[in-house]
């Protein structure tokens, strides 16, 4: 690694922006934080589609005709209507997928599988196969468990995810820290800031995030608001790790445009929109809280075309070029290391459309930084197992590949 000296302004620099307010946040009494991860006992799995209401006719982790633009839940279809979390329901760090479970798109309790999360990504939002497949994948493989295909969407179940014990130790979910969930969320604490506490939405960065999208959740006012969010964290968490896989959440940030409006990227990426994938209501006093009620908005259809993995790295590209910033992480406050992994030289990102794809695969299939200290070395199992998903996924792309034993 290259040893730095930050030379970002902090936060508090930044015009309209009061880094402050995050440290000083209350919970709100509807800020949902689980201690411990929830048991639903009566696990039902996704509710299936049928003739009548095919969507993109996504099923078994199959294609689907990524023909888009329907209206979903579809009329008369009672079976994906929305029903909100209960205590013993497993939620997490993506509003997406959250919503997803709370229209039983996923097995409503958060455990579900590589099936289920193929199907719902296409059938739900017309997300691209190959892009279903390489998220289900990461997924699956990093916070999962790879023999029994299952995943939760947030907190550690390993006792209903791992069929005999993981191969990975403990199967984190989707709040594992610097495995899929990362510093810099857009509507969540960075873990040390927050005693650990990742996943749970957070009302000040929901605001702040409305603040500097004036309305408008385009890819403008959210590459501005990564970058606020990537200073904030640089200047306030000592712990402050911006590793490999960081480049997913530049991904992240276009479903808010790309997938979340009514119609997708032909849509209107406005306020109401996120209040309703992200369970966002005002506290009546200028804030944000969580009201439980991550849901599609009514009378919403999903985007006509397929958003494909190209598609994804297109726009990687294009929020992380408006405001470049640096891969590493904090040794201390105001004394920041860049690292270098693949297309990441010295902390920069040498930004082609090809070193995404690539770097994507990589982070699935190799040992990636997880500190400045250490990294995830994934069993050959769990490497076989990726690879033999993704290996037909990325042939074209010019990347090397990992050989499995299939």
């Known amino acids: 690694m290259t040893a730095t000296t ?11 922006v009061d880094s402050s307010a995050l440290r000083n946040t209350k919970r709100s009494p509807n800020h949902r934080r689980q201690s411990s991860c929830p048991f639903n006992s009566n696990h039902k799995g996704a509710a299936p589609y049928d003739s009548k209401y095919p969507y993109t006719g996504a099923k078994n982790g199959l294609p689907g005709t990524g023909i888009g633009g ?16 209960g205590p013993n329901d497993i939620r997490g760090p993506c509003p997406g997928l959250n919503t997803a479970a709370d229209h039983h798109f996923l097995s409503h309790d958060g455990i579900t599988n590589f099936t289920e999360l193929i199907d719902a990504q296409q059938n739900l939002y017309n997300v691209g196969y190959d892009l279903a497949v390489t998220l289900a994948t990461l997924g699956v493989g990093i916070d999962g468990d790879v023999v029994t295909g299952k995943l939760s969407i ?28 990362e510093d810099t969320s857009l509507t969540r604490n960075d873990y ?6 990742d996943h749970s939405f957070n009302g000040t960065l929901f605001g702040m995030m409305a603040n500097t999208c004036q309305g408008n959740f385009n890819r403008d006012n959210l590459a501005l608001y990564r970058y606020q969010r990537y200073q ?36 209107n990426p406005d306020l109401a929109t996120m209040e309703s ?42 929020l992380y070029g408006e405001h470049p910033v640096l891969f590493g992480g904090n040794i201390a406050k105001g004394d920041f290391d860049a690292l270098s992994f693949g297309p990441i030289k010295n902390g920069a990102l040498d930004a082609t459309q090809q070193n995404v794809l690539c770097l994507i695969y990589q982070l699935a299939t190799e040992a990636t930084p997880t500190s400045l200290s250490g990294v995830l070395n994934l069993p050959l199992q769990v490497v076989d197992w990726v690879a033999g998903k993704l290996n037909p996924i990325f042939k074209d792309f010019g990347c090397p590949l990992k050989p499995t034993n299939a």
């Not at 930050?6 to 015009?15: H, K, L």
């Not at 040390?192 to 506490?197: P, V």
């Not at 000592?238 to 119609?263: D, K, R």
Request: aromatic content about 14%; overall charge negative; glycine content about 12%.
């Open 154 to 181: 947030g907190c550690d179940a390993t006792s209903r995810t791992s069929a005999t014990g993981s191969l990975l130790g403990d199967e984190l979910g989707l709040n594992g820290h610097n495995k899929f969930e």
């Open 277 to 318: 994938f992200f369970g966002a209501e005002s506290d009546g006093n200028g804030g944000w809280k969580f009201n439980n009620k991550e849901q599609i908005p009514p009378n919403w259809y999903n985007r006509k075309t397929p958003y494909s993995l190209v598609d994804v790295a297109v726009e990687i590209l294009s």
């Open 192 to 197: 040390f800031l927050a005693n650990g506490d």
């Open 70 to 85: 329907i209206k979903v839940p579809a009329d008369g279809d009672t079976a994906h209507a929305f029903e909100a979390a």
């Open 232 to 267: 904030q964290s640089l200047a306030d968490n000592a712990n402050f790790f911006f590793g490999p896989i960081s480049v997913l959440i530049f991904g992240a940030a276009s479903f808010l445009y790309e997938l979340f409006p009514s119609f997708g990227d032909a849509g």
């Open 6 to 16: 930050t030379a970002f302004p902090f936060i508090s620099q930044m015009p309209g």
